[in-house]
């Protein structure tokens, strides 16, 4: 049992790049995320009005990331800020670069009150499905 609560907690900062910047969410919402397989995730993307959330730093963001996603670093100590100015009734598509970083994010939506919010996971993931990426 103490193995898997380490492993879950391993596998939800495992890639966030600084863990002393990101915020620290107390709630056990990290369940309550819908997970979506890439190939959904990108269907989900197609529909208008779906906004993408890139939770990756800016320079992970500036070095290629899914078209017309918005980048809104997790590590950053103002994560909270913008993601509280969107429509908590909005439909969202969130992603990192493993998973993890999504995962969090969509926990501190979902902990923030939005109701359609799904954690697509990594990036490379999305592109192996057909994904177009960009850079900044």
Not at 55 to 63: I, N
Not at 98 to 115: I, K, P, Q, V, Y
Request: with cysteine; aromatic share 6%; hydrophobic share 45%.
């Amino acid at each position: 049992m103490a193995f898997l609560a380490l492993a879950a907690a391993l596998a939800l900062t495992g890639c966030s790049s600084s863990a002393d910047a990101a915020p620290e969410n107390t709630s056990a919402a990290a369940t309550d995320a819908s997970v979506i397989e890439p190939a959904e995730a990108l269907e989900q993307i197609a529909v208008t009005g779906t906004t993408v959330i890139d939770v990756r730093t800016p320079a992970e963001y500036a070095d290629g990331h899914l078209t017309g996603a918005r980048n809104i670093d997790l590590s950053a100590d103002t994560f909270i800020d913008p993601i509280s100015e969107l429509d908590r009734d909005g439909t969202y598509v969130v992603y990192c670069r493993t998973g993890a970083r999504s995962a969090e994010a969509a926990a501190w939506m979902n902990d923030l009150g939005f109701t359609d919010v799904l954690d697509a996971g990594g990036l490379s993931d999305l592109t192996d499905a057909g994904g177009t990426t960009e850079t900044a």
